[in-house]
C-alpha cells in the first residue's frame, strides 16, 4: 500500500513538526511494515518551471523528421525575463499551451543533465518535458501539457505536480486489511499520535428506498451487502482533476479516465472496492449468484473465463457481467461515450473471493482488499462518494434513488478482564488504559463493576475475534518495546528423555558407520509412488492431504520416506558422487479415519474428553528411519579393489543398529516394491514386522537415476526403540582359547541363509561365542534347486579349555537343529 503523506495529514492533525521518518517509525511500531520511503521527484532536480508556448514554427529536416522551434514563456525562471527557444520533435501542443520546461542546470531521471547546446540549427536552451521523461509516468508520445489554469510562467513545477510529494509503501499483513486505504493508515496514524482523526466515511447518505436500480441478491452468504446508485448526464471527455490523478498515480494505479479514476480514488481512500457499469449496456436487473455449469464471461482484461459453479458473478438478463468482487465484464464496460454510470459498491466473502482470485489466476486492487475483509459498512458510503465526485468533477446529475440490499454481519461481543493485557505482556498497564485503548481502536467496550469488559469489535476488523485479539490491540498501542525483558528460570528437568538419548544413539551409530544424514521435504504426490512402483491398491498410497500444498504436485504428507531420501541420493550421484551412504529420520502419517479434527477455543484448556476425541482424529504418525547405499561403498587403491554397495550392506546397517539397542531381529526373506523381489528382507523383532531391508528394485534405480544393485532400508523406528534396552551388556571376554568348527549345510535354494543361522544359533547352545557365514556355493556337485552353505562356528568357555567331544557335541547339536528347522543336510 502506498500511501502520500499529504492525503494521510489531510485526515489526521498530526503535528507540524512530525517528520516523515517519526510517522513511518510510529506506523512500524504499531504493526504497518515499512516497505520504503518514495518521491516522484527524487531524480529530478530544478530549474523545474511552467512555461507558456508563445511561438511554434515546423520545421522539416532533410532525414524526413519534423522537429519544432518554439519560444517559451519561462518567467523570471531564467534570470532575464525573455522567451526561452527551446527546440522540440513532440507536436501535441499549440502556442498558448502551459508546459513543463526543464532549463540548462536542470538533472532528469537517469542523470540526464540539460545544458544549451545547438541543435537543428538552432541554440535549444532547455526541454520541453513528457511525463516519461519526467519519470512520473509511461507516456513518450508527447508533451505533458498543463490545465490552463495550473500557474502562471516560471511558476515551480515540483508542488504543482507533486513531485515534492513524499510516498510512504507498507508492506500490509492480511490481517490488517483495512490498512489497504488512506482511511486506515490514516486511522493508525491518529491512534499512534493520539490526535483527531477525520473519518472520510462520516458522511450522510441519502434513505434507502431501493429506486436506484433493481437488485436481486440470491445468495446472501456471499454476498451480505450490496449498494447501487445511478448518475446520468455524465460527461466522459472531461479530464481527471490533478490532484486525483496524481493520487491514484502514486498510490500505484494509472489514470485511464475520469469515471475509472474516481471509483480508485474512492477505493484508495475508503478501502472499499466500487465498479462502475455503463447504465445503457445493463440489460434489467442486476443479480448476484453462483455461476451455473457452462457459463462465461469476458473481463475488463479481455480474457474469457470459463465459470465455476463456486464463482460468485454478477448478473443482469443477458448473464454473468462480471466476476464479483474480483474483475468486471467487457460487456458493460464503460467507455468514451457513457453517460449514464451504475455505481456498484458491495460487501463480497473473503473467502469466496480469494478462492475465486485463485482459480482464475487473476489478482486486482479490488480482488486484493476483498479477500481480506472490508468494512460491511462502507458499501453505501462509498456509492454515495462516487457519487459526489462524478457530480462534481463530471457534470454528472445525481438520479434520485438509493438501493441497499442486505445488512452488515453482526460483530461479536468479547468479554475480557481488563488486567489480562498486563499479566500476558509483563506491562504495567492499567484498566484504564486497557479501556482507552480498546475504544481507540474504534471498538464499543461496556464496562462491569466486576472488573470485565464487554467489547464489540468495530466493523472493519474482521480479525478480532477473541480476548486475545484485543491484548494484542492494546498492547501494540502501548509499545512492544515496552514489554519487558526476562530471563526464563532454569527448569529443573530431568536432561533428556529415554527416547531422545536412544535417537541420538542411533544417530550415532549410523554416522559411525559411514552414513550421513539429510533432510527432506515430506510431500508426495502419485509420482512418487509411481517411481517406487508401488501397485494401484498398495496402503502406502493411502495419503493424508494438505489443506494448503506447498506444490500442486505433493499434495499429500508421506507415508514412506523413500521418495526424499532417493531423490537426494540420484542428486549427489548426478553431480558426480561415486557413491552415497545417506539416512533420515522422520515422521510419515497415515489417516486415522475418524473424522475432520474438532476446533476449540483457545480460552478455556479443553476438557479429557475433548482432547481424546482431538486425539483420535490425528492422523498415525510413527517416527522412521530410511537408509540408502548407492555406488562405492569402499573405494579402490593401493589396498586392493572397492566394492559397491549391496543388499548385504543394508541388512549389516539394521544388525549393527539393532545390537547397538540390544534388540535381536529376525530377518526372512519377501517380496515388497520398491525392493528387488528375489533380494529383499523384512525385518521383525519378535515376530512382529518393523519394515524392510535389501536390493532397490533395477526399475526404481532408474527412475531416481541411481546405480544397480543400490540397496535402501525402511523401518519402524518407534517399534524398534520400544523393543530396544536403556542398557546394552558389554561383551564378555574370556582367557581360555576358541575352538575352531566349520560346517557347511545343503538347503533348498528358497531357505534364508538367515533362518540356518538362527537355527545354528539355538542348537549349539551357551558355548558358541559367534557364527558367520563365509560361502555359498551353486554347482555341480549339488543338485539343481539346493545351495550349500558354509558356517564357521567359534566356541569358548569362560572357565576352561573345552574338550574335543565337547566342541564336537556342540557342533552336532547346531546341525540338528538346522537339519530339523530347514530340512538341511550336512555335507
Known amino acids: 500500500m502506498k500511501a502520500p503523506v499529504s492525503w494521510i495529514r489531510e485526515l489526521v492533525e498530526l503535528p507540524a513538526d512530525v517528520t516523515t521518518e517519526a510517522l513511518t517509525d510510529r506506523l512500524t511500531a504499531l504493526g504497518l511494515k515499512l516497505e520504503g520511503i518514495q518521491s516522484a521527484g527524487a531524480d529530478l532536480q530544478g530549474p523545474l518551471v511552467v512555461g507558456k508556448v508563445l511561438t511554434k514554427d515546423p520545421e522539416p529536416q532533410k532525414n524526413g523528421k519534423v522537429i519544432n522551434w518554439c519560444t517559451v514563456d519561462v518567467?523570471?525562471?531564467?534570470?532575464?525575463?525573455?522567451?526561452?527557444?527551446?527546440?522540440?520533435g513532440a507536436h501535441n501542443f499549440e502556442p498558448g499551451d502551459l508546459v513543463v520546461v526543464v532549463l540548462p542546470g536542470g538533472v532528469l531521471p537517469g542523470g540526464f543533465e540539460i545544458s544549451a547546446r545547438k541543435t537543428y540549427g538552432h541554440v535549444s536552451s532547455g526541454m520541453i518535458c513528457s511525463v516519461s521523461e519526467l519519470g512520473i509516468g509511461e507516456d513518450h508520445d508527447g508533451i505533458l501539457v498543463l490545465p490552463a489554469d495550473a500557474g502562471r510562467p516560471g511558476d515551480d513545477v515540483f508542488s504543482l505536480l507533486g513531485l515534492d510529494e513524499e510516498i510512504i509503501e507498507f508492506e500490509i499483513n492480511p490481517d490488517r486489511a483495512y490498512a489497504l486505504s488512506l482511511r486506515g493508515v490514516a486511522r493508525e496514524a491518529a491512534l499512534g499520535f493520539g490526535v483527531p482523526f477525520l473519518d472520510p466515511a462520516e458522511r450522510e447518505v441519502p434513505a434507502v428506498d431501493g429506486a436506484a436500480w433493481q437488485v436481486d441478491v440470491e445468495d446472501t452468504v456471499g454476498c451480505p451487502v450490496f449498494a447501487a446508485r445511478l448518475v446520468s448526464g455524465f460527461?466522459?471527455?472531461?479530464?481527471?482533476?490533478?490532484?486525483?490523478?496524481?493520487?491514484?498515480?502514486?498510490?500505484?494505479?494509472?489514470?485511464?479516465?475520469?469515471?475509472?479514476?474516481?471509483?480508485?480514488?474512492v477505493m484508495l481512500e475508503l478501502g472499499q472496492p466500487i465498479h462502475g457499469y455503463d447504465a445503457d449496456k445493463v440489460v434489467g436487473a442486476l443479480g448476484v449468484r453462483r455461476a451455473r455449469d457452462g457459463e462465461r464471461v469476458t473481463t475488463l482484461d479481455d480474457t474469457d473465463r470459463e465459470l465455476s459453479t463456486e464463482d460468485l458473478v454478477i448478473t443482469d438478463d443477458s448473464g454473468p457481467i462480471g466476476l464479483a468482487g474480483v474483475m468486471g465484464g467487457a460487456t458493460t464496460e464503460m467507455s468514451e461515450?457513457?453517460?449514464?454510470?451504475?455505481?456498484?459498491?458491495?460487501?463480497?466473502?473473503?473467502?469466496?473471493?480469494?478462492?475465486?482470485?485463485?482459480?482464475?489466476?487473476?489478482?486486482?486492487?479490488?480482488?486484493?482488499?476483498?479477500?481480506?475483509?472490508?468494512?460491511?459498512?462502507?458499501?453505501?458510503?462509498?456509492?454515495?462518494?462516487?457519487?459526489?465526485?462524478?457530480?462534481?468533477?463530471?457534470?454528472?446529475?445525481?438520479?434520485?434513488?438509493?438501493?441497499?440490499?442486505?445488512t452488515a454481519p453482526q460483530r461479536p461481543t468479547i468479554t475480557i478482564e481488563t488486567g489480562l493485557p498486563a499479566r500476558l505482556s509483563g506491562i504495567d498497564i492499567s484498566a484504564m488504559t486497557t479501556v482507552e485503548h480498546l475504544r481507540a481502536i474504534g471498538a464499543t467496550v461496556t464496562e462491569h463493576e466486576s472488573g470485565a469488559v464487554e467489547v464489540v469489535p468495530p466493523s472493519w476488523r474482521p480479525d478480532v475475534n477473541e480476548p486475545y485479539d484485543l491484548v494484542e490491540e492494546v498492547v501494540r498501542i502501548v509499545g512492544y518495546d515496552q514489554v519487558p525483558s526476562i530471563l526464563p528460570r532454569r527448569a529443573t528437568g530431568?536432561?533428556?528423555?529415554?527416547?531422545?538419548?536412544?535417537?541420538?544413539?542411533?544417530?550415532?551409530?549410523?554416522?559411525?558407520?559411514?552414513?550421513?544424514?539429510?533432510?527432506?521435504?515430506?510431500?508426495?504426490?502419485?509420482?512418487?509412488?509411481?517411481?517406487?512402483?508401488?501397485?494401484?491398491?498398495?496402503?502406502?498410497?493411502?495419503?493424508?492431504?494438505?489443506?494448503?500444498?506447498?506444490?500442486?504436485?505433493?499434495?499429500?504428507?508421506?507415508?514412506?520416506?523413500?521418495?526424499?531420501?532417493?531423490?537426494?541420493?540420484?542428486?549427489?550421484?548426478?553431480?558426480?558422487?561415486?557413491?552415497?551412504?545417506?539416512?533420515?529420520?522422520?515422521?510419515?502419517?497415515?489417516?486415522?479415519?475418524?473424522?475432520?479434527?474438532?476446533?476449540?477455543?483457545?480460552?478455556t484448556r479443553p476438557s479429557e474428553a475433548e482432547l481424546e476425541k482431538l486425539f483420535e482424529s490425528l492422523p498415525i504418525q510413527p517416527q522412521h528411519l530410511a537408509v540408502v547405499l548407492a555406488g562405492e561403498r569402499t573405494r579402490p587403491g593401493w589396498w586392493g579393489a572397492g566394492a559397491d554397495a549391496a543388499w548385504s550392506d543394508a541388512l549389516a546397517v539394521v544388525r549393527r543398529l539393532a545390537g547397538e539397542l540390544g534388540v535381536t531381529v529376525q530377518v526372512t526373506g519377501a517380496a515388497r516394491m520398491p525392493w528387488h523381489p528375489g533380494r529383499c528382507a523384512v525385518i521383525s523383532i519378535d515376530g512382529v514386522e518393523i519394515g524392510h531391508a535389501g536390493e532397490l528394485h533395477p526399475g526404481v534405480c532408474t527412475s531416481f537415476g541411481l546405480p544397480k544393485r543400490s540397496a535402501a532400508v525402511e523401518i519402524d523406528l518407534d517399534a524398534l526403540i520400544a523393543a530396544?534396552?536403556?542398557?546394552?551388556?558389554g561383551p564378555v571376554f574370556s582367557t581360555m582359547p576358541l575352538a575352531k568348527e566349520d560346517v557347511a549345510l545343503v538347503v533348498d535354494a528358497a531357505v534364508p541363509a538367515a533362518l540356518v543361522e538362527a537355527a545354528l544359533r539355538e542348537g549349539a547352545g551357551e558355548l558358541l561365542e559367534s557364527v558367520r557365514l563365509f560361502d555359498v556355493y551353486v554347482g555341480e556337485q549339488i543338485e539343481e534347486g539346493r545351495k550349500s552353505l558354509a558356517f564357521a562356528l567359534r566356541f569358548r568357555a569362560p572357565d576352561r579349555t573345552l574338550t574335543d567331544a565337547e566342541t564336537g557335541a556342540a557342533r552336532d547339536a547346531a546341525v540338528a537343529a538346522a537339519a530339523e528347522r530347514t530340512g538341511a543336510v550336512q555335507r
Open 75 to 88: 518567467g523570471d525562471a531564467n534570470g532575464t525575463g525573455e522567451p526561452q527557444g527551446i527546440v522540440c
Open 235 to 265: 460527461d466522459p471527455a472531461r479530464p481527471t482533476p490533478e490532484v486525483i490523478k496524481q493520487r491514484v498515480e502514486q498510490a500505484g494505479m494509472r489514470s485511464i479516465s475520469l469515471a475509472v479514476d474516481i471509483t480508485n480514488y
Open 337 to 406: 461515450a457513457t453517460t449514464r454510470i451504475l455505481i456498484e459498491a458491495a460487501h463480497w466473502d473473503a473467502t469466496s473471493m480469494f478462492r475465486t482470485g485463485k482459480r482464475h489466476r487473476l489478482s486486482s486492487e479490488a480482488g486484493k482488499r476483498n479477500e481480506r475483509g472490508v468494512d460491511p459498512l462502507l458499501p453505501g458510503v462509498a456509492a454515495d462518494r462516487v457519487v459526489e465526485l462524478l457530480v462534481e468533477h463530471g457534470g454528472a446529475t445525481a438520479e434520485p434513488g438509493f438501493t441497499l440490499v442486505g
Open 494 to 603: 530431568r536432561g533428556l528423555t529415554r527416547t531422545q538419548r536412544l535417537r541420538r544413539r542411533i544417530g550415532r551409530t549410523l554416522a559411525g558407520s559411514g552414513l550421513v544424514e539429510v533432510v527432506s521435504f515430506p510431500f508426495v504426490g502419485e509420482a512418487s509412488f509411481d517411481k517406487l512402483g508401488l501397485a494401484a491398491d498398495d496402503p502406502l498410497r493411502t495419503t493424508v492431504g494438505l489443506a494448503n500444498p506447498l506444490s500442486s504436485e505433493e499434495p499429500s504428507y508421506t507415508t514412506t520416506l523413500l521418495p526424499g531420501l532417493l531423490e537426494a541420493a540420484g542428486r549427489n550421484i548426478g553431480r558426480g558422487a561415486t557413491g552415497v551412504a545417506l539416512f533420515e529420520t522422520g515422521t510419515v502419517a497415515f489417516p486415522s479415519d475418524s473424522g475432520p479434527a474438532p476446533i476449540y477455543g483457545v480460552h
Open 724 to 729: 530396544s534396552v536403556d542398557v546394552t551388556p
